[in-house]
C-alpha cells in the first residue's frame, strides 16, 4: 500500500519552542489531515487540508498542503506541555474515498 | 456523549486463541474502520465498512474477520492469534456524508498481547 513518510520520528523540545514536522508522499493526495494522539487515547483531528497550497491555522497550529499534492507540513508555535503526544498526517486518495493512509507519527516530547 | 466505544480495553491471549474485539458508535455514522497500530508504523487499516451491510478490505487484512452487525457495531475477529497480531487496535468512524470529509472519530483502543 502507499506510505507516508513523516519527520521526524521524535522530537525533545523546551517549553515555549516552535515546532515543525512534515509529511511526504509518493503519490498525490487530495486531502490532507494531521491528527492528534495523547498517551493512551484514539487520535484527534487538528486541522483538514482540502486545497493544495492551502494554509490553515487552528489556535497556535499551522499547516500547509503542498503545491505539489505529495507532502504537507504542520508547525506549532510556543510549545506548552499539552502538546506532548504523537501527530499523525494523514492522506486521502480522493474526495468521498473515507480510507485514509497514516503516517508513521511524529512524537514530541517537551523536556521541563 | 460516548462517542466511539470499544471492548476489551486490554486482553492477553495464547497463539492460536480467537478473540472478538467490539466497537460501537453512537454518532449514527454511516463508515467504520478497524485500524492497528504498531511502534514506527503509524495506523494501518485493517477492514472497514462504508455502510450498513458492507465490508472491504485494507491494508492488511489477513488474519482477521469482521462483522457489521449493524449501523452502530463493527466487530473484529481474529480466529487463530499469532504473535504478529499483538498490537494496539482502534475502531474509528466517519459521517461519510460528504462535508466533513476525512474526520475520524477514534476510540480509546484495545491493547491485545498474544504469547
Known amino acids: 500500500g502507499q506510505q507516508l513518510n513523516q519527520s521526524p520520528q521524535s522530537m525533545f523540545i523546551q517549553e515555549g519552542e516552535d515546532v515543525s514536522m512534515n509529511c511526504t508522499s509518493s503519490s498525490i493526495f487530495n486531502t490532507w489531515l494531521w491528527y492528534k494522539q495523547d498517551p493512551g487515547e484514539g487520535p484527534v483531528l487538528l486541522i483538514a487540508l482540502y486545497k493544495a497550497g492551502e494554509l490553515t491555522s487552528n489556535g497556535r497550529l499551522t499547516a500547509q498542503f503542498g503545491i505539489t499534492r505529495k507532502d504537507s507540513f504542520l508547525n506549532i508555535s510556543a510549545s506548552i506541555p499539552s502538546d506532548v503526544g504523537i501527530y499523525f498526517c494523514?492522506?486521502?486518495?480522493?474526495?468521498?474515498?473515507?480510507?485514509?493512509?497514516f503516517g508513521t507519527g511524529t512524537r514530541l516530547t517537551i523536556i521541563p | 456523549n460516548a462517542g466511539v466505544t470499544q471492548t476489551p480495553k486490554f486482553q492477553v491471549l495464547k497463539t492460536g486463541q480467537s478473540m472478538t474485539l467490539q466497537c460501537a458508535q453512537d454518532?449514527?455514522?454511516?463508515?467504520m474502520y478497524w485500524y492497528r497500530q504498531d511502534p514506527g508504523m503509524g495506523l494501518r487499516l485493517i477492514y472497514y465498512s462504508a455502510s450498513e451491510g458492507t465490508t472491504d478490505k485494507g491494508e492488511v487484512p489477513n488474519g482477521y474477520n469482521v462483522s457489521r452487525l449493524n449501523k452502530r457495531e463493527f466487530s473484529l475477529r481474529l480466529e487463530s492469534a499469532a504473535p504478529s497480531q499483538t498490537s494496539v487496535y482502534f475502531c474509528a468512524s466517519s459521517s461519510a456524508d460528504g462535508r466533513n470529509t476525512g474526520e475520524l472519530f477514534f476510540g480509546e483502543g484495545s491493547r491485545l498481547t498474544v504469547l
Open positions: 494523514a492522506g486521502q486518495e480522493y474526495f468521498g474515498n473515507e480510507k485514509l493512509t
Open positions: 454518532m449514527n455514522h454511516n463508515s
